[in-house]
């Protein structure tokens, strides 16, 4: 079992929690532009590392706030917390963000154009 | 609206309000029909000032801490969300004044008065009782009165709010595992002997 810390109510027993997958996929804002392959992609793919993993928690049965985590998934060290809407601040975290596949992918370079347009 | 005289609490046929135990390191009661509100709402100053003019205390914005302003207890149940309590058939004027003074205000009351179920534990054993249905740390170090929680106790989901520092407790729980939730209190103070009512 793990102990998390929720970044409002403290630490607390895992079974408080719903696992909320992978953080930081980007919802393409023009879909129409992407391939069949690129939006399945985006829609299906996960990454599955042995390591550094960055993903959504939700306090489910305390204050019911999302909230973003750094864990190693082999060792279980959940090695940062941080808020919904920001980057990891940790070195390993840092760099997990950089080093996913996802940042160069078709999906979120689309979501980035959408954004720096609105 | 329902007289008060026809209320069943979910608990009617499973809680005993006297009897137990003469040593008994635990008091087990429910306290039936207590008003129970909740509100919501952004916890900017606005909203705060607006709650305060209503309830005589600004919502506590420190997580897992209660305030407690006459009969009125408002516990933090999340950074938009509070659970008031009130005595028995306070809750509506209570909710009718604060949806004056929130007006227009993005925020919301509603009366849960029904759906929880609330229990007070007294006695000198309630810190162990707990711990063996709670993986949260309640030794008087990490958590004191005036403090609460929504966490599991017993794997129920349940608000525990600490009273004082001689063991008093209050604990909400859904009514549907009020039942549930009070067998497995009766059951787990057995080794510390348990009195039913206040005493």
Redesign the interface.
């Known amino acids: 079992m793990l102990l998390i810390e929720c970044p ?6 895992e ?2 929690f719903a696992y909320g997958g992978e953080a930081h996929i980007a919802r393409p804002t023009e879909p129409d532009k992407l391939s069949d392959a690129e939006w399945a992609e985006y829609l299906f793919l996960a990454s599955n590392p042995r390591g550094t993993y960055l993903e959504r928690w939700r306090h489910a ?5 999302w909230f973003n985590a750094v864990r190693d998934t082999y060792t279980h060290e959940i090695i940062e917390i941080y808020a919904m809407g920001s980057l990891p601040k940790s070195k390993l975290g840092i760099q997990a963000y950089e080093d996913s596949w996802r940042r160069g992918s078709a999906a979120e370079q689309n979501a980035k154009r959408g954004s720096a347009k609105s | 609206m329902a007289e008060i005289n026809q209320a069943r609490s979910p608990l009617a046929g499973v809680a005993s309000s006297e009897g137990g135990s003469s040593e008994a390191g635990i008091r087990l009661t429910e306290r039936p029909f207590l008003g129970k509100l909740v509100l919501r709402g952004d916890g900017g100053d606005g909203f705060l000032k607006a709650a305060d003019a209503a309830l005589g205390t600004a919502p506590p914005i420190e997580p897992n801490t209660a305030a407690t302003i006459e009969e009125v207890s408002i516990l933090w149940h999340s950074p938009d969300e509070w659970l008031i309590v009130t005595a028995t058939s306070a809750e509506t004027e209570l909710a009718n004044r604060l949806r004056e003074t929130l007006g227009s205000m993005h925020a919301a009351v509603i009366d849960v008065s029904d759906s929880l179920v609330a229990l007070r534990l007294s006695g000198s054993s309630t810190g162990s009782l707990l711990a063996k249905g709670c993986a949260l740390d309640l030794h008087p170090r990490a958590f004191g009165p005036g403090q609460c929680a929504q966490t599991h106790l017993a794997s129920a989901l349940v608000t525990l709010h600490q009273i004082d520092d001689t063991g008093t407790w209050d604990i909400f729980v859904r009514a549907s595992f009020a039942p549930y939730l009070w067998r497995w209190l009766e059951d787990a103070s057995l080794e510390y002997g348990l009195a039913y009512g206040t005493g």
């Open positions: 409002w109510c403290g630490p607390r027993d079974a408080e049965h305390g204050c019911r706030r």
